[in-house]
């Protein structure tokens, strides 16, 4: 496993049980996981890491709403997303950890700015192509280099004003494709390490017990209570990564 401070250890089964509860209750409370993963591990190990432990928690978002996606939704972004993913491949080769660092933590503070400036606006249907392509292409980046696509593609899904159940739906099927696309990226510029590979294991129930909670959790939570503590806290995690 990786060579870790003994209070690191705790962050990380914190950030573990996140993620699963993001995949299952609440998309985009992963960023939480995200700033967690980078100010522990080096900034292209946490991408890696952080990774496959996003593909357990897809296996649970899809048990529980994979009849629900929009394909045609779908299959608009696809284009868009395969260009934001070789971006974000190109970036993650060329950078060392110190530069990725910085970006996860601007693409943080980015996602928080955009959510608190589309709250102040009326809510309006998607432009069509164009605007699926802006927002396909972002989340296809941000999700490449940082995993952090969740709130880059929960505004694109919301803006479509779709039922809560088909927007998990869809977010669901949209990720679980996009995180099994990025493997064999990662896994050629060698950050698939057998610490990495450990350290994941023993992450993994955490995950699923996240997973589970979420599950409970999307029946009782206060949605805008949550979406509160999880802006102040990202906040908070982007401007330590970035100073």
Excluded at 6 to 32: D, E, N, Q, R
Excluded at 125 to 150: C, D, I, K, R, S
């Amino acid at each position: 496993m990786i060579d870790l401070a003994p209070w690191a250890w705790p962050l990380l089964m914190f950030a573990a049980v996140v993620i699963g509860v993001s995949k299952t209750a609440v998309p985009g409370l992963s960023t939480l996981a995200i700033a967690s993963f980078a100010a522990v591990l080096p900034a292209r190990t946490s991408t890696a890491a952080m990774l496959l432990l996003l593909i357990v928690g897809d296996v649970f978002a899809l048990i529980a709403y994979r009849r629900h996606a929009h394909w045609p939704t779908l299959l608009r972004l696809a284009p868009a997303v395969l260009c934001g993913l070789l971006l974000g491949f190109g970036f993650l080769a060329v950078a060392g950890d110190d530069i990725v660092r910085r970006a996860i933590a601007v693409i943080l503070l980015a996602m928080i700015a955009v959510t608190l400036w589309r709250r102040r606006r009326m809510r309006q249907e998607p432009g069509g192509l164009v605007l699926a392509g802006v927002y396909g292409t972002l989340g296809g980046f941000t999700t490449m280099v940082a995993n952090a696509g969740g709130p880059v593609m929960s505004m694109y899904f919301l803006a479509t004003r779709m039922p809560v159940q088909v927007f998990l739906g869809t977010s669901a099927w949209f990720f679980a494709i996009v995180n099994l696309a990025k493997l064999p990226f990662l896994a050629g510029i060698g950050l698939f390490t057998p610490s990495v590979l450990w350290t994941d294991l023993l992450l993994a129930p955490f995950v699923v017990a996240g997973a589970l909670l979420g599950l409970v959790l999307a029946r009782r939570i206060r949605q805008a209570v949550f979406e509160r503590i999880v802006i102040v806290l990202t906040v908070l995690g982007a401007i330590y990564l970035l100073f």
